[in-house]
């Protein structure tokens, strides 16, 4: 598969990824100018004390999701997405006009104003751009492309954020050129936006509800019926409750906790974007091309982890005077504070990035964009609340070090409750990390699983994690049929019956499971699933082949699909199978990124898919490495 970032030089993503960068660039410019000009020179831009500018600009900026973001759904849903963005982008310059002179004039009332109109050109948007990316890339380009967009997006608030720190901290004129660059951005972002493609309504008979609550109602709705996509909803709007209450601390934790000037905010915004830019283009790679849940679970375990350690870092610090850049990075203690941010954002990324790719890849096409407009109604709930709350707990006497720890245990509750709710995301984690930790998975013939419809897979037997193996290497999900006794192990039968494995057993031990087996097959490949078996019905113990059983010709027989073999590589005497006696007993082979591989041969029709055929095609595919 092509690398993602052959996206940037295509039509169908490059100019839609420059209108979202330039948007992001001009948001975070004027907000961060607007919020250091309140925060460091109150008396004059607004009056708000240091703790209180951040939270509340950010409220503001947030307060139009709720309202607008129920139409944009249904405008992104109705008419072709291109001519929305480019009337957006429209829309932005009218509303920097504005902006421009409540910096030129010092009125900040008009820039309380830009920051409500800003955030209203930022909700009309969202839906357009999460719901033009999955109508314009495939289903394996949709990490990748989400991950360049995520990048994109904090690489540009990294560079607004500087930016609108450098120009407003210019003596006497630094707001006029805070202006007169978000004019550009803004024209910028509409020249841009007249080169993306055409992309047609999914929807265009729809009529509009004018009325967000119900709408918004409706939406929930629909996502409702979908438990996962709705789960993934909620675990995305508690991802900007968590990163909201950063983004508009900073300012106050920089001058409050940690003695820093503007430059210091600006350094510890830079590597917050950094490490979440490269936390989202890092998905793709960890993520094998594929919509890879597993990573949520690891992405909260550090966004946690780090949150914690964050209070641990900045708890003890004693204010004193500000300091620039230079003299905060002389003191060591401080690279501890920078390293925790950098590694939370990082691992925000990879908690983000699965989410917003599930979302769009399970929701219905004709809904997309108003389900994507819920998820931002939601999120702005969320970051409303999350103002609330940690408005609240600062008042009751909670330092912003210690609030990082609140959020961070908070955090950690959250995302256990998201994951009993839906074990499918446990189930890809522990799933992925086997692979990441115990094994380095090589796969060859991947493009050779059929993207839709029914078949059969199957594979030579060597251990007891086989069918996890080729789990995690597939794209598709596979319903194994596996020996009962395998499927009851600790651990391993959580991960069985979350996907949706078929146990069975010999038909002399019970026929009746046997026969439930066989239907319960054939049921799931009338509704189009993989099937995954290991015809030889039992692990080797000796690391060559038994022959394959006529399991497979009972299948073919009721419900004839083609036949995908597989061969698994280098687990012969892991520590998973039964080389020189009883599997997991041995725990020296239980050494870290062992080299495995899963080979794919060419789909076998149904009549030619006898046991042998099969079982030469599966052992041409393996050589001789076991």
């Known amino acids: 598969m092509s690398s993602q970032y052959g996206l940037l030089r295509e039509r169908r993503f490059l100019p839609f990824f420059l209108v979202q960068f330039c948007g992001a ?32 600009i950010g409220g503001i900026f947030i307060l139009p999701f709720l309202l607008f973001s129920a139409t944009a759904g249904q405008l992104a849903d109705k008419y072709d997405k ?43 948007f969202g839906p357009t751009k999460y719901a033009y990316l999955p109508q314009h890339l495939a289903e394996e380009e949709l990490v990748g492309g989400n991950g360049i967009v995520e990048m994109g997006t904090f690489v540009a608030i990294l560079l607004g954020t500087m930016l609108g720190g450098i120009l407003v901290a210019i003596p006497g004129d630094g707001p006029g050129y805070v202006a007169l660059v978000s004019l550009v951005l803004a024209v910028a972002g509409r020249v841009a936006a007249a080169f993306v493609p055409d992309s047609p309504a999914p929807a265009p008979q729809l009529r509009i509800n004018w009325n967000p609550v119900s709408e918004t109602l409706a939406n929930l709705r629909h996502a409702y019926g979908n438990r996962t ?21 900073f300012t106050g934790f920089a001058k409050e906790s940690l003695g820093g000037d503007e430059k210091v905010v600006t350094l510890m915004l830079a590597v917050f974007s950094v490490g979440i830019g490269l936390g989202s283009l890092a998905c793709e790679r960890l993520s094998g091309h594929k919509v890879e849940i597993g990573l949520v679970p690891f992405g909260s375990i550090g966004m946690s982890a780090f949150a914690i350690d964050l209070w641990l870092a900045a708890k003890d610090f004693v204010p004193h005077a500000l300091v620039g850049p230079a003299a905060f990075l002389a003191d060591s203690s401080h690279w501890r504070v920078l390293a925790d941010l950098f590694l939370l ?30 998820n931002n109604i939601l999120n702005a709930l969320f970051m409303v609340v999350s103002a609330l709350v940690s408005a609240a707990l600062l008042e009751a006497g909670l330092s912003l070090p210690q609030l990082y720890l609140v ?15 839906v074990p499918e995301f446990l189930m890809r984690f522990i799933v992925w990390m086997l692979i990441h930790t115990v094994y380095r998975l090589d796969k060859t013939g991947l493009e050779r699983i059929p993207e839709h419809g029914p078949a059969v897979i199957v594979c030579n037997h060597v251990s007891f994690v086989d069918a996890l193996v080729i789990a995690a290497a597939c794209p598709r999900p596979i319903r194994f049929v596996m020996d009962h006794n395998i499927f009851k192990l600790p651990v391993l039968s959580f991960v069985f019956r979350t996907g949706k494995a078929i146990p069975i057993a010999p038909a002399r031990e019970d026929p009746e499971m046997t026969k439930r087996a066989f239907e319960t097959v054939a049921e799931a490949l009338r509704d189009g699933d993989l099937v995954g078996i290991f015809p030889e019905g039992r692990i ?17 027989e009721q419900t004839p699909v083609p036949v995908v073999p597989m061969a698994l590589r280098g687990l012969w005497g892991s520590f998973f199978s039964r080389k020189d006696g009883r599997a997991m007993s041995k725990p020296w082979r239980l050494r870290p990124l062992r080299r495995i591989a899963l080979a794919i041969g060419a789909p076998v029709d149904a009549a030619q898919a006898s046991p042998a055929h099969l079982q030469a095609t599966v052992a041409a595919l393996r050589g001789d490495w076991r």
């Open 345 to 374: 954002a990082m691992f925000a990324g990879f908690y983000s990035v699965p989410l917003y790719a599930l979302i769009q890849s399970r929701s219905d096409a004709s809904h997309r964009a108003r389900i994507i407009a819920a």
């Open 540 to 556: 080797t113990d000796t690391g060559e082949f038994y022959p394959f059983k006529n399991g497979i010709s009972r299948i073919l």
């Open 82 to 124: 291109a001519s929305l963005i480019r009337l957006v982008k429209n829309l932005e310059i009218l509303f920097m006009l504005g902006i421009a002179a409540g910096f030129v004039w010092r009125v900040p009332a008009l820039l309380f104003a830009g920051v409500f109109l800003m955030g209203m050109h930022s909700s009309l």
């Open 407 to 421: 959020l961070g245990l908070f955090n950690a509750a959250v995302a256990l409750y998201i994951y009993l709710l």
């Open 25 to 56: 660039a001009n948001d975070n410019a004027f907000k961060f100018a607007f919020t250091a000009l309140a925060t460091y020179s109150a008396a004059e831009w607004g009056g708000l004390t240091p703790t209180t500018a951040g939270p509340l």
């Open 229 to 249: 996509v709705f789960l993934s909803l909620l675990g995305i709007s508690w991802m900007w409750f968590f990163g909201s209450v950063f983004l508009t601390t």
